[in-house]
């Protein structure tokens, strides 16, 4: 069953096994307050249960671009495409959000991948060491921390 993330109304519905709750529910309000401000897009999440094709397709990315492969649990996915931009995002138990933007139709394509940790979190082992994380201040979130990697394949 899918969920429109409200930002006004904060809310933990879907993300409750999370030991960041309250922490993961604000990035997750606060990457649904960007997209409805930039493009009047409303952030629709479904259960990870029920996305097998997104989970595949983000894993896929980390898996061949940077041989990451998450220990976490999913919780929940969202997939959309605003404008030129197709966008995946993964919200996993222990608070790390991940986002894969990737532009079609584009003379320079914009294509990435961002990690962010939910504030309370610790930098996930499979992350250590490999990329500098640089903070945010979020009123929805708290402090987030966030990296990227630049996709070098195709999709």
């Known amino acids: 069953m899918s969920y429109i993330v409200d930002f006004k109304n904060v809310s933990t519905v879907g993300l409750e096994s999370s030991p960041v ?8 309000a606060n990457e649904a307050r960007y997209f409805m401000n930039k493009y009047k897009h409303e952030f629709t999440v479904v259960p990870a249960s029920e996305s097998q094709e997104t989970l595949d397709y983000v894993n896929r990315i980390l898996k061949e671009e940077r041989d990451i492969e998450f220990a976490a649990k999913p919780l929940e996915t969202s997939r959309f495409q605003v404008e030129n931009i197709k966008m995946a995002y993964v919200f996993y138990e222990d608070g790390l959000s991940i986002n894969v933007m990737y532009t079609v139709d584009d003379p320079k ?11 309370g979190m610790d930098i996930p082992k499979e992350l250590e060491g490999k990329f500098k994380f640089a903070r945010q201040k979020s009123k929805l979130a708290g402090t987030i921390r966030g990296s990227y990697f630049v996709i070098k394949g195709e999709y």
């Open 109 to 119: 394509p914009k294509r990435a991948v961002g990690f962010k940790l939910s504030e």
């Open 21 to 28: 709750a309250e922490a993961l529910a604000g990035l997750r």
